[in-house]
Every structure is written in structure tokens, then in C-alpha cells.
């Protein structure tokens, strides 16, 4: 009997991209059952993959502009623009992503979020009514102090000393707003993490040592980042160091949200509203999905442990493939298996060519039905 199968992965990063393996589990998927009717809908939770995803789903077309990456080296950037719904989306990952930078060559108190800003301009002056913003996948940790200053906000110490760099925020005393207001009348931010900006689950502690953060200076980076809620606490009237979200990608969610009037959601649920998901699990017989570690994180709001939530309150089976599986006795409550590459082959090999042993589990597990 033939089935219908919605094939539904996120990136498995730093391998495949979200599209590409979809591409490669139905390729897999087709060689051991050519009758099943297969649908590929790539996912993302608002990390790499976002732009491309989202512009997707709304007929969005690729953009250029002239910017500046973390490290304020010159960059030819791009962004997705819809003329008919004055649409445009925006990957930060593809501005100021860690992805971007050569390893180990920059520390993160020498990088900003300024070159978005010439990203949300260029979308504001196209004309756009709405626009989505995906911020996973950054290299930064200012705060969004640095797209701040890019789109004329001002920062000052007590002596009326102008400051330019995000760690010299714990000397901030006063903002000064640009003239030019909102601009988008529907600014949406789309995050990966549910972390507020400060303390033990705030940005610099859980995200820093991976860009580059050491313990030690994890009070100076906090110090920074409070004084800068504080001030705009005071000063805008907006307490927003609490709310879920403001720690994602290095405070970035937090400086959109005080500095440009963002609104912030989860990545995976506006995607899934856009892609129509539902829709699509309706439609299906059986559902795969993935990402490069299949884990408990999976289940904390990512993108391939939704689909399983959504797919068990369904009754619909959910087959979950990934770079690496572990905890697999959590994952079975969700998932009716879960298959890694590291099954086939060395976690080197999969690696070096994650396209064909993805290919190959899934063609194994398509057998396996």
C-alpha cells in the first residue's frame, strides 16, 4: 500500500541545510518505496534556513544591499522581498552570523549587530508594511546595541561621551531616539530560544562560550547588558530583560524589540503558520523529520520535537533521522523511531558527506516499514 509522506527536517547544521535534506531523505525514501507520494516541506525554528524557508512559502524574490558583517568587514548581504504583500524577510545569519566568520579570528566584544541595519533600511525603503526578522545563528552579544546605533539611536556616558562599542554600556547614561520613527508598521522577530537576556539562562552564560565568551568575563558582558535594560527600563518605559526571547541571538531580540518596536514569536510557529503545516499533516499517511542532534533539546521547542507533538496529538506516526541520536528513551515517547547517521558510519563520515548517509538512512528506514 502506498502512503503519503510528509517530509518535514530542519537544517542539520553545519552539513545540510533544511531544504537539502529533505532532498536527500526523499531520495532515499523513493528507492525503497517509488510508489509513496512524498511532500518536501523543509522547517526552521528561526536559525539558518529562516530567509530561505519563509521567502518560499511567501513567493518572496532575493534582494541585494551593502552592509557590514559582525566584525564590520564589507559585505554583500541579501534579503527577500514581496512587492504584492509589501513583505520582506530577513535572515540575520546571513548579516552577522558566526557562520560568516573564520574560526577563532574574532572575540565577541569586538563584534556588533550594526550591519543589520542597513538590512532593515533598505527593506523600510522598498516599502514595506511587515517584516519578519530571523535572528538564530548570530555571532553577537550586544544587545542589539549595534543595529541600534546603525538606525540612529544614540548612547552616552555621564561626561555627554558618545559610545560606540556594546561593552562600554556599562558607562550608558542616556539614549537619544533618531528622528525617523517605526520603521515598519509590523515588525516580527522570529526566535529560536526561549532565553530572557540576563542572568544564569541569559544570553552571554548559555550562548557566549560558543562564540568565543570565556566564564571569566561573563560579569563584564552582563554588566553591559544590564545597564542597557536598565536605561531603556527608565528612560522608554519598556521592562523587557524578563520577557522569553529578549536573550536570543546575543540580545538581539531585546534591541529589536526596545530600539525598533519589534514584535517577537517563535521561529517554528510562524513558519508553520506560513507553510500551512496543518494542512499538511492532514494530508498525511506518515511523517519524517530530523535535524543534525535528535535530542531532549529536540522536545524544547525546536522545530523536529513540535512536528512530533503535533503529529502525536494526530495519531499520525513521526519518524525522526538525525546527524546524532540521543536520549533515545525520551525520544521514543514522541517519535515511533529515531535513527542517526553515527548508525551507518563514523561521526567523520557523516560529516564529510551527510547528503549520502542521510540518503542511505533513509532508504534503511523505509525497508524497515
Known amino acids: 500500500m502506498s502512503l503519503r509522506v510528509l517530509i518535514a527536517p530542519d537544517k542539520f547544521k553545519g552539513t545540510l541545510t533544511a531544504h537539502a535534506a529533505a532532498e536527500a531523505i526523499a531520495a532515499g525514501w523513493?528507492?525503497?518505496?517509488?510508489?509513496?507520494?512524498?511532500t518536501l516541506l523543509p522547517i526552521s525554528d528561526g536559525g539558518d534556513g529562516f530567509g530561505q524557508i519563509l521567502s518560499t512559502a511567501l513567493s518572496a524574490k532575493p534582494q541585494r544591499v551593502q552592509t557590514v558583517d559582525a566584525a564590520h568587514r564589507p559585505l554583500e548581504g541579501f534579503w527577500w522581498w514581496d512587492a504584492k504583500s509589501q513583505t520582506a524577510v530577513?535572515?540575520?545569519?546571513?548579516?552577522?552570523?558566526?557562520?560568516?566568520?573564520?574560526?577563532?579570528?574574532?572575540?565577541?566584544?569586538?563584534?556588533?549587530?550594526?550591519?543589520?541595519?542597513a538590512v532593515l533600511r533598505a527593506a523600510a525603503d522598498k516599502g514595506a508594511r511587515r517584516c519578519?526578522?530571523?535572528?538564530?545563528?548570530?555571532?553577537?552579544?550586544?544587545?542589539?546595541?549595534?543595529?541600534?546605533?546603525?538606525?540612529?539611536?544614540?548612547?552616552?556616558?555621564?561626561?555627554?561621551?558618545?559610545?560606540?562599542?556594546w561593552t562600554h554600556l556599562q558607562q550608558l547614561h542616556r539614549l537619544v531616539a533618531p528622528r525617523r520613527g517605526k520603521l515598519f508598521p509590523q515588525l516580527v522577530v522570529a526566535v529560536d530560544v526561549q532565553n530572557k537576556l540576563l542572568g544564569a539562562r541569559g544570553c552571554s552564560r548559555v550562548y557566549g562560550p560558543q562564540k568565543g565568551l570565556r566564564p571569566e568575563e561573563f560579569p563584564s558582558a552582563e554588566r553591559a547588558l544590564r545597564r542597557l535594560a536598565n536605561t531603556v527600563k527608565a528612560q522608554l518605559g519598556r521592562d523587557l530583560a524578563g520577557v522569553p526571547g529578549t536573550g536570543a541571538a546575543g540580545g538581539l531580540g531585546f534591541g529589536l524589540c526596545a530600539f525598533a518596536g519589534a514584535k517577537l514569536e517563535p521561529g517554528f510557529?510562524?513558519?508553520?503558520?506560513?507553510?500551512?503545516?496543518?494542512?499538511?499533516?492532514?494530508?498525511?499517511?506518515?511523517?519524517?523529520?530530523?535535524?543534525g542532534s535528535l535530542d531532549r533539546s529536540s522536545l524544547m521547542g525546536k522545530g523536529p520535537g513540535e512536528i512530533a507533538i503535533r503529529c502525536r496529538a494526530r495519531k499520525l506516526p513521526c519518524l525522526g533521522l538525525g546527524g546524532v541520536v540521543q536520549d533515545e528513551a525520551v525520544l521514543r515517547k514522541w517519535f515511533q523511531s529515531a535513527s542517526g547517521l553515527t548508525q551507518l558510519t563514523s561521526p567523520e563520515q557523516a560529516k564529510a558527506d551527510a547528503s549520502k548517509w542521510l540518503t542511505k538512512l533513509a532508504m534503511q528506514t523505509a525497508r524497515a516499514l
Not at 573564520?102 to 572575540?107: R, V
Not at 555571532?139 to 560606540?164: H, I, M, P, Q, S
Not at 513558519?271 to 499533516?281: G, M, S, T
Request: aromatic share 8%; glycine share 12%.
Open 132 to 165: 519578519f526578522v530571523g535572528i538564530g545563528g548570530s555571532a553577537t552579544n550586544d544587545g542589539g546595541a549595534g543595529v541600534a546605533r546603525g538606525l540612529g539611536w544614540k548612547f552616552f556616558n555621564r561626561r555627554d561621551e558618545e559610545l560606540f562599542r
Open 30 to 38: 523513493r528507492k525503497a518505496r517509488p510508489a509513496d507520494r512524498l
Open 269 to 291: 510557529d510562524l513558519i508553520a503558520r506560513h507553510a500551512r503545516l496543518d494542512e499538511h499533516l492532514r494530508a498525511a499517511d506518515l511523517v519524517i523529520t530530523g535535524e
Open 90 to 117: 530577513i535572515e540575520s545569519a546571513n548579516i552577522i552570523g558566526l557562520a560568516m566568520l573564520p574560526p577563532k579570528q574574532f572575540h565577541p566584544f569586538q563584534l556588533d549587530t550594526l550591519g543589520l541595519a
